[in-house]
């Protein structure tokens, strides 16, 4: 029984480490993309080549939407936007969760703040190797990324906790701001 619990625990902490580490480099083109968003409960598509024409944006991927970490740091989010707003930012979570899902942690947790898109198909939190679990079953890691309005990735942080997050997109774009 043992062995078993070994053998056991050793699988589920590669499960959750696949691919946490991987992520784009600095300098790197983002991916583009258009997703499925809620903002305030209600549907609207995120843009990320549209966004970019107004100023940096911040994607932040995340594992699931009402989990404790993924909820604080929705928060802090929320709570942060007047700061980035006024840096000229956008700001943009995605997780694998369903639209229906999003539309709600848009409203109670995002605060009406900020849009939450839904990738059900992982398909751009692979593009953006932020992706980890199963092939049957893909969950994005904590990974955000700056990006400036070139559309290159500027700065990009994975880390487990919440509030690093937040600290770190808006010092990253402050220093864009003062390098451009």
Do not use: N, W
Request: contains cysteine.
């Amino acid at each position: 029984m043992k062995i078993f619990s070994h053998v056991l625990l050793a699988y589920l902490l590669a499960i959750v480490s696949t691919g946490a580490r991987a992520e784009l480099s600095v300098g790197s083109r983002a991916p583009t993309f258009a997703i499925q968003a809620a903002l305030g409960g209600k549907d609207t598509v995120f843009d990320l080549a549209k966004s970019l024409t107004k100023g940096p944006v911040v994607v932040y991927f995340y594992p699931k939407s009402f989990t404790s970490v993924c909820t604080e740091e929705a928060r802090l989010f929320a709570e942060a936007m007047e700061e980035f707003e006024k840096l000229g930012a956008s700001v943009i979570g995605i997780s694998t969760d369903s639209l229906d899902t999003q539309r709600e942690f848009s409203r109670l947790e995002c605060r009406d703040k900020f849009p939450v898109g839904a990738d059900p198909d992982g398909s751009i939190v692979r593009a953006y190797d932020a992706a980890r679990g199963t092939a049957s079953r893909v969950m994005a890691s904590r990974t955000s990324y700056v990006i400036a309005p070139g559309g290159t990735i500027h700065a990009v942080l994975t880390s487990s906790d919440a509030e690093s997050h937040i600290r770190f997109a808006l010092e990253s774009i402050r220093a864009l701001k003062t390098k451009g």
